[in-house]
C-alpha cells in the first residue's frame, strides 16, 4: 500500500492547475493501458491481443515527441475500434483538446513504467491501484466525489454481512463498481457472481465499465435513471449492494422526479399495498426498489442516511412501517459519523430479506429483528483529520453477530452494541428503527439531516416572516386609523 500511496502523490504533483474532477479523466486511462499491456505482455490468460499502437511500449518509444497527446487518443481509439462490445464509448479522445501539457504527459508515462509493474502480480497491482485512484480522485472532490465512490470499509462491511458468493448481484445506483469488485474478491474470484448495475452520469457509467474490465469482470451495466428508466426491470437478484444519493430531491423545489414514478409502477406496492410516494425524499423510492427487485430467497444489503430510522413525513413513515409489517426488515446498523469524506452525518446500513422464514443455509427469524449500534466504531485514517475508516477487525465483529443472527440462533445481547428486537417492540416505538433504542444505549441520537432539516428550517422562517409582515401590516392599519380619529 506505501507503493500504491507514493504513485498517488507522485500524480498529484504531476497535475498542475487541473482540477481533481478533471484531472480524473486524464490519469485514469493511463493505469488502463498499462493494465492492458501488461497482461498481454506476461501471456495471462485471457490476455487481449493489444494493438500495436496502444501497446505501452509503443507509447513510451514516443514519450518525448511533440505529438504524445494525439499518440494517446489514436491508442485509446484504437482499443475501442479492437473491442467494440465491451469498450464501444468507454474511452473518448480527449488529451490532445486538453490543457494538460504535454510533459504531464511523459511524467505520467514514466511513472506507470517502473520496474515494479513487471513483476509477476504486476496487473493485480494496476487493479490495486485504479481502485485506490477512484477512491482518493472521490475524497478531493468532496461531495461531488460520493456520487461515485463509497468508502471501502464501508463496501467491505456490506459485502462480509450479505456473503455473496453465488447468483445476481445487483446495483441500481452503481457508481465505479465498487460492490461488484470487492464480491468477486470475497468469492475469490470463482467466476460464480453475474453483475447487473445501472448509473446515471455517464462518465461514472464509463468509470465502472473500465473498472470491471481492468478486474477481469464482467457485467450487464446500463445507463440511466433508475428512477424513471429502470433498465433492469424483470431482474431479480440474489444480493443488492448498494449506496443510492443520500436524500435525493430534499434540497431542489422540484424534488427528485416522483412525478415520474406512475401510479401502477409495481415497484411502489409491498405486501399487496400500494404506497404514496415522498416528492421531497428519494428514500422510500430507493427502497422500494431494492425490494422489488430482489427474489425470493435474497437479501438486499444498502447505505442509507441515518434521518430514515425514524423519520415521520409523508410517504416515509409508511413505508418503514409496510417494510416492518411485512416482515423485510432484517437488520439495521447504524454507523459513525465522518465515515464519508462528502458528508458528517452518520449513515446507517439497512438489510431487507426474502429469506426470513429459513433456508438456503439460513434459520427462520420471522418476527426478530436485529439491531446494531456501530457509532463508536471507526478511527481517523492515518493523514486525514476528519475522514474515518472501519477497521478489519471492527468488520469482523459486525459482520460475525448478523451472521450468526441469520444461520443459527439469536445472538447474545452485548449492552450498548447488539441486541435481538421482537415486531412488538418495533411497533411500541412507532415504527422507529434508530438501534440504540433498543440496544440500551446511553445516547441515542434521532438523526435528522442537514439536507432535511433546511428546507424545513427555511420554511419555518418564511412562515414567520409571512406572520410578521400580517402582523406589521395590522398594526399599520390600526395606527392609521387612529391618527384619523385623532
Known sequence: MDLVKELWQAAVTLRGSIEPAEYKRFVLPFIFLRFLSLRQEQRRPGALPVPKKARWSELL?????ADIKLRIDDALEALEKAYPDPLRGMLPRIYVGSNMD?????????????????????????????????GEFASSEGKRGGEYFTPASIVRLLVAMLEPTRGIVYDPCC???????????????????????????????RLCRVNLFVHGLEGDIRLGSSYSADQHPTLKADYI?????????????????????AEDDPRRVIAGKKMPLSP?????????????????GGTAGFVMAAGELSNNQTGRLEVRRALVEADFVDCVVQLSA??????????????????RAGGRASRKRTGE???????SLGALIPGSRKQKQLSDEEVERVAATYREFRRTRPPQEVPGFARVASLQEVRDQHYALTPGRYVGAADVEEAEDFEERLPRLTAQLEQELDRAAALDARLRAIVKELGRGG
Open 61 to 65: 518509444a514516443h514519450a518525448g515527441d
Open 102 to 134: 504535454r510533459h504531464t504527459v511523459t511524467r505520467l508515462l514514466h511513472l506507470f513504467s517502473r520496474d515494479v509493474f513487471t513483476q509477476e502480480h504486476g496487473e493485480d497491482l494496476l487493479g490495486r491501484i485504479y481502485e485506490y485512484f477512484i
Open 175 to 205: 457508481g465505479s463498481g465498487g460492490m461488484f469488485v470487492q464480491s468477486d474478491l470475497f468469492a475469490k474470484h470463482r467466476g460464480q457472481l453475474a453483475f447487473f448495475g445501472q448509473e446515471s452520469k455517464e462518465f461514472t457509467y
Open 241 to 261: 449492494l448498494s449506496n443510492p444519493p443520500f436524500n435525493d430531491g430534499s434540497k431542489g423545489r422540484e424534488g427528485w422526479g416522483a412525478n415520474q414514478i
Open 280 to 296: 421531497r425524499n428519494a428514500n422510500p423510492m430507493w427502497m422500494m426498489h431494492f425490494l422489488h427487485h430482489l427474489k425470493e
Open 338 to 355: 465522518q465515515l464519508f469524506a462528502n458528508t458528517q452525518i452518520p449513515c446507517t446500513l439497512w438489510f431487507l430479506s426474502k429469506a
Open 369 to 375: 429483528l436485529l439491531f446494531i449500534d456501530g457509532r
